[in-house]
């Protein structure tokens, strides 16, 4: 079975300033996806950015970025220039290959999470 | 479409209650799942249907949860007998089926459920 470790409960960070999170996740399977989701406070959870394991590129979506070391099996995300609202729960999650490469891509296993405050 | 939809946003119940949550999905997604976040921990997986078939089910979910889609558009999950352990938050979320591409899951806002 799968499992994701994120080894940081918390992180802080100061406005506008950079902050790494990590995840490192264990797998037997060679195709598969890692997702980092925010969680706001009584708010739902809302993608941040995701990565395909065959591709070699690290994925990246404005300020968000992931440093993805496949035989490392590690996933950090990076925020750049952080702002107020980035304040969250942040989650590291795997989910398995698609259908159509013999997987079965229902089910995303999380993290504990990692709660990151911003300091203005 | 404003997304998916979980009623009620909190439950506080007594132990020995049943209790019943509804899930409304984004319309044009197949698929639908169920997950619960206790505090301190990452969300775990429940059960998930492709349109009213319930295709897996997780150990976490014993007897005394139930969980149909009927017509595969809403959902419904129901604790029979509830119990102090039961106390968490339970996530739904929605995904069109996809053969290749990563499937990504749109989440509700979550029922939170306080057992006295």
């Known amino acids: 079975a799968q499992t994701v470790t994120q080894s940081q409960p918390e992180m802080s960070v100061q406005e506008a300033e950079t902050v790494t999170l990590s995840c490192t996740y264990d797998?037997?399977?060679?195709?598969?996806?890692l997702f980092w989701y925010k969680q706001p406070p009584s708010r739902q959870m809302i993608l941040v950015i995701r990565?395909?394991?065959?591709?070699?590129q690290n994925a990246t979506e404005n300020r968000f970025s992931v440093n993805f070391q496949k035989a490392a099996k590690s996933f950090s995300l990076k925020i750049s220039d952080s702002q107020l609202g980035d304040a969250a729960m942040y989650f590291c999650?795997?989910?398995?290959?698609?259908?159509?490469?013999?997987?079965?891509?229902?089910?995303?296993?999380f993290g504990k999470g990692t709660l990151l405050t911003v300091n203005p | 479409d404003t997304g998916v939809s979980q009623d009620p946003r909190h439950k506080i119940t007594k132990r020995g209650q049943n209790v019943t949550f509804r899930c409304d999905p984004i319309?044009?997604?197949?698929?639908l799942y169920w997950y619960r976040q206790t505090l301190g921990q990452g969300p775990e997986f429940l059960t998930y249907?492709?349109?009213?078939?319930?295709?897996?089910k997780s150990r976490l979910l014993s007897d005394r949860f139930s969980a149909e889609r009927p017509k595969g558009s809403f959902s419904t999950l129901e604790i029979q007998r509830t119990e102090q352990g039961d106390s968490a938050m339970y996530l739904c979320?929605?995904?069109?089926?996809?053969?290749?591409?990563?499937?990504?899951?749109?989440f509700g806002a979550g029922s939170r459920l306080t057992v006295l």
């Open positions: 979320a929605s995904s069109l089926r996809q053969f290749s591409g990563a499937n990504v899951l749109t």
């Open positions: 797998t037997s399977e060679s195709d598969y996806y």
């Open positions: 990565q395909e394991a065959y591709k070699q």
């Open positions: 999650a795997y989910r398995s290959p698609p259908e159509g490469s013999g997987g079965s891509n229902y089910k995303l296993t």
């Open positions: 319309s044009e997604h197949n698929r």
């Open positions: 249907f492709q349109n009213e078939a319930q295709l897996e």
